[in-house]
C-alpha cells in the first residue's frame, strides 16, 4: 500500500499545468478521442517512461553528457516523438487511401448500374438534407441570451 502510494506520488509531483489561451483553444476544437488520447500519452511518458529512462542513466547513454544533449534522455524523446508522429501520419495515408480505392469503386459501380438509379438517390439525398436543415435551429431567446452574458464575461 505505501509503495503504491509513493509511486503515485512520484508520478504526479512531476505534473503541472498550463493554462494557456492556444492550449485550451486546441482542446475545444479537435475531438475527445484525440484530448483523451494525449492526455494519456502525456501521462505515459512524462510522468512514467521518461523517469524511467532517466534512472537508465550510464547504462543506455553515458551518464557525463547533459540532458539536453542528442545521444542522451533527449535523444530517445525526439527519437519517440518523430516515430510516433510518422506512425500516425502512415496510418493517416492507409486509411484515406482505403477509403478512396473503397468510394471510387462505389461510384465506379454505381455508374454501371445507370444514372436513373443514382439521380434518384442523389435527390433523396438533397431532399434529406435541406429537411434537416431546416429542421434544426437555435430559438432567438437563446440566441439573444448567449450573446448578452458572452458580452458580460468577455472583457472589452
Not at 489561451?21 to 494525449?38: C, D, K, Q
Not at 469503386?105 to 454501371?112: M, P
Amino acid at each position: 500500500m505505501l509503495l503504491t502510494i509513493s509511486f503515485w506520488f512520484w508520478v504526479f509531483r512531476r505534473f503541472f499545468f498550463d493554462f494557456n489561451t492556444t492550449f485550451i483553444g486546441a482542446g475545444m476544437l479537435v475531438s475527445h478521442l484525440v484530448n483523451l488520447s494525449l492526455l494519456l500519452g502525456s501521462v505515459l511518458s512524462y510522468g512514467v517512461m521518461w523517469p524511467l529512462i532517466g534512472q537508465l542513466k550510464g547504462n543506455w547513454f553515458p551518464a557525463s553528457l547533459e540532458e539536453t544533449s542528442m545521444k542522451s534522455l533527449y535523444g530517445y524523446k525526439v527519437f519517440l516523438a518523430v516515430a510516433l508522429i510518422l506512425g500516425d501520419g502512415l496510418y493517416t495515408f492507409v486509411k484515406v487511401m482505403f477509403c478512396t480505392i473503397i468510394n471510387v469503386h462505389g461510384r465506379l459501380r454505381n455508374k454501371k448500374l445507370g444514372p436513373a438509379v443514382d439521380h434518384q438517390k442523389k435527390h433523396l439525398d438533397d431532399q434529406r438534407v435541406n429537411d434537416m436543415f431546416l429542421r434544426e435551429t437555435i430559438p432567438f431567446w437563446v440566441a439573444a441570451i448567449g450573446y448578452l452574458a458572452f458580452s458580460l464575461i468577455v472583457p472589452s
